[in-house]
């Protein structure tokens, strides 16, 4: 792995297949000018200074960041990184975050459209009172092993999560699950009733007005295994469809390949949607509790 001035890089203390890279202060300082240029607005209504973004940070490097991660996500082996960057360092908050979520995705692909925010991207808030009508908010209830993209048109190659903000939270901590260290992979890719057709829907919150058709399993240009999953938003027309996707929930959920990991705040994580599933760990109840999270998913530049 080549180095990069400015960036440590090393293999995730719990998976061999993660990389962390660690962003160092001197990287920070020297991105506060052209962050600064233009604002949250600006990026929102002008896609071209995203690409600007991404510029800046990626000249810093001579471009050897963008090749690293691309490499990165492309990879079987591995497909995962997290950023990190010194949560001590007062010049990094919320809006440096989406800025730097913004470049990083720039370097990978193009975002979609989020329809839950109607952006490029989505913020919101897991807190101790709830309302909504999907797990994405439920702090008290485990978010189970999924991908994103799974109710939309578009095409979801990866994603990205940032945590803005932790106060009062213990518990919640980030589940992964790479699709080839899965004991079931190979028994349920394989089964017919994975590969046939399901409806998705999603809740209104999602502000998507239509349903899409797609198996839980396909398979890439080598003929591996790829998942698009989540337990929350298929309509099983049938006793085979209902019982396999009960059958599948089970097997995810009980896996002992799980990473379980407790992301500092300031932490990106981005992972090829295709065999990396994500999800949460219930918190513990407190009525101060307060977490900010940013999403971003999109595709590839080969897209």
């Known amino acids: 792995m080549e180095k990069i001035t400015g960036f440590e890089i090393s293999k995730h203390e719990k998976s061999k297949r993660i990389y962390k890279v660690k962003i160092e202060d001197q990287i920070i300082d020297k991105l506060i000018f052209p962050f600064h240029k233009f604002d949250v607005t600006a990026l929102e209504y002008k896609p071209f200074t995203r690409f600007t973004l991404a510029k800046s940070l990626d000249d810093l490097t001579s471009n050897k960041l963008s090749n690293l991660i691309n490499s990165i996500l492309k990879e079987r082996e591995t497909g995962c990184f997290i950023i990190e960057t010194n949560s001590e360092n007062k010049k990094i908050d919320d809006i440096f975050l989406v800025k730097l979520s913004t470049a990083v995705t720039h370097l990978i692909g193009i975002p979609n459209h989020d329809s839950m925010a109607g952006k490029f991207y989505a913020r919101f808030h897991v807190k101790h009172e709830d309302h909504s009508d999907s797990y994405l908010r439920k702090a008290y209830i485990n978010m189970d092993l999924h991908t994103d993209g799974t109710y939309v048109k578009d095409v979801t190659d990866w994603l990205l999560m940032t945590k803005l903000e932790e106060k009062n939270a213990e518990g919640g901590e980030t589940t992964l699950l790479h699709l080839d260290d899965w004991e079931h992979c190979e028994e349920l890719s394989k089964d017919p009733v994975g590969r046939q057709n399901f409806i998705w829907g999603s809740p209104k919150s999602k502000n998507v007005h239509y349903k899409v058709e797609h198996p839980v399993f396909t398979e890439d240009e080598k003929g591996r295994p790829k998942i698009s999953y989540i337990d929350q938003f298929p309509e099983p027309n049938n006793m085979d469809q209902g019982?396999?996707?009960?059958?599948?929930?089970?097997?995810?959920?009980?896996?002992?390949?799980?990473?379980?990991?407790?992301?500092?705040?300031?932490?990106?994580?981005?992972?090829?949607?295709?065999?990396?599933?994500?999800?949460?760990?219930?918190?513990?109840?407190?009525?101060?509790?307060?977490?900010?999270?940013?999403?971003?998913?999109?595709?590839?530049?080969t897209n």
């Open 243 to 301: 019982n396999f996707l009960q059958k599948l929930s089970d097997a995810l959920e009980e896996s002992n390949n799980k990473v379980i990991t407790k992301l500092p705040v300031g932490s990106i994580i981005v992972a090829n949607n295709y065999f990396w599933l994500h999800g949460r760990k219930a918190f513990k109840q407190n009525k101060n509790l307060s977490r900010e999270l940013l999403r971003i998913r999109g595709s590839f530049f």
